[in-house]
């Protein structure tokens, strides 16, 4: 079979899943245009393929126009922890519903297919346990998390108008918490959160008694079902969850990465944010039967892994301090 080599756009690039998927994508072969303005992802994150002639970058703020010429676009732009969306909530809403139109305005014009990064976060504080893509969700439209819930909600909203309206190719993915290296270690979320604190021997801030739940999946899982799903059928259109189903407490989290880091910090609780949900778990059976796909790599592979990344990654930093 000849392989079919595409030029495909990675909004949100340079972050900390996009850079994972611009690395899977060079690797099959493909043509990558990496775009990011840099809010929160970096150069360091793709410096591995730079200096590789299928991969280029571009800075780039996808809340304004792009013409280029493209056959894929995964549209991953945005920032994903609770303290960047809410450090620029405008922003927030800005970047997931005008660089919704934007880079569905590109594909509508180059008919490119076009894959949207959406969220568990759609479902808000659900009610109903696990999450079925079929659940309209709990979300509360005025509370600090709503820019980047109902960012989210509009630019799926928008995909299925442009589907329906302009026959755009469109895929929708909704992500469950997803972790490893290159998170970034101020990122705020919880995984990057505690083991950074566990190997610096700092108090592990525990949001609330801990027994809210949380599902990680491993991030070359994640790549795996993103790239899968954009080689679907054109009538796949999704949504589809992606997600490892193993739900545990955040205090089983935070008590695993101590053991797993043979640390010596100690727990401390914090006030759990407003609006922070209770209880989260993807039904992934639609992603088994659409894409033969589910995690494979175990919470425990994968903390070790990104463990090890910080560890090395940290020592760098302290090594560039004292140098
Ligand atoms: P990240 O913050 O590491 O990456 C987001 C990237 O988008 C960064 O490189 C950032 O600089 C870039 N960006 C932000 N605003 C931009 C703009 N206006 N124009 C251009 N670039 C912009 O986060 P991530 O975890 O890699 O998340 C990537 C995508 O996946 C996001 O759309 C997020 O909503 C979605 N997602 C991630 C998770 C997860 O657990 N990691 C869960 C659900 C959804
Ligand atoms: N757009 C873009 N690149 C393109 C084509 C369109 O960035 O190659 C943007 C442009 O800002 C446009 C938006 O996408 O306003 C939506 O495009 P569409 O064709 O749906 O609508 P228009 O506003 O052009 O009528
Ligand atoms: N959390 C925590 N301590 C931290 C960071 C987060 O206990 O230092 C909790 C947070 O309150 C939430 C869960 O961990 O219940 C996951 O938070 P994260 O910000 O990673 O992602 P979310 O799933 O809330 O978007």
């Known amino acids: 079979m000849r392989f079919d080599r595409k030029r495909v756009l990675v909004t949100g690039g340079a972050g900390f899943l996009g850079s994972h998927l611009c690395e899977r994508l060079v690797g099959l072969g493909h043509d990558v245009i990496c775009l990011d303005n840099f809010m929160t992802g970096t150069k360091d994150n793709v410096a591995g393929l730079l200096g590789n002639s299928h991969f280029e970058v571009l800075r780039h703020d996808v809340t304004f126009p792009l013409y280029t010429e493209v056959d894929e676009i995964y549209n991953l732009a945005c920032p994903a922890s609770p303290v960047h969306y809410q450090f620029d909530p405008v922003q927030t809403t800005k970047t997931s519903v005008m660089g919704a139109i934007n880079m569905l305005g590109l594909a509508k014009r180059t008919h490119a297919r076009i894959l949207q990064a959406s969220t568990s976060e759609v479902y808000g504080d659900p009610t109903v346990h696990p999450q079925r893509e079929d659940y309209r969700g709990n979300v509360n439209p005025l509370g600090p998390r709503a820019c980047y819930d109902e960012g989210k909600r509009c630019a799926e909203t928008l995909f299925f108008d442009y589907y329906r309206q302009h026959h755009v190719d469109i895929k929708v993915v909704r992500i469950f918490n997803t972790y490893g290296p290159r998170m970034s270690p101020n990122d705020g979320r919880v995984v990057s959160n505690f083991i950074v604190q566990a190997l610096r021997g700092e108090d592990i801030t525990l949001y609330g008694d801990g027994s809210q739940t949380r599902a990680f999946c491993y991030v070359d899982d994640l790549i795996s079902g993103l790239v899968g799903m954009m080689q679907t059928p054109k009538d796949t259109t999704g949504p589809v969850n992606l997600g490892n189903p193993h739900e545990i407490p955040v205090r089983e989290l935070a008590e695993r990465i101590i053991r797993l880091t043979d640390s010596s910090s100690k727990i401390v609780f914090r006030p759990l944010p407003v609006d922070d949900p209770l209880q989260r ?34 020592g760098l930093r302290l090594s560039a301090l004292t140098a």
């Not at 088994?288 to 463990?307: E, K, M, S, Y």
């Open 281 to 314: 778990c993807p039904d992934i059976g639609l992603a088994h039967n659409l894409l033969d796909w589910q995690p494979r790599v175990a919470l425990d592979a994968g903390l070790h892994r990104t463990i090890d990344y910080f560890r090395a990654s940290l």
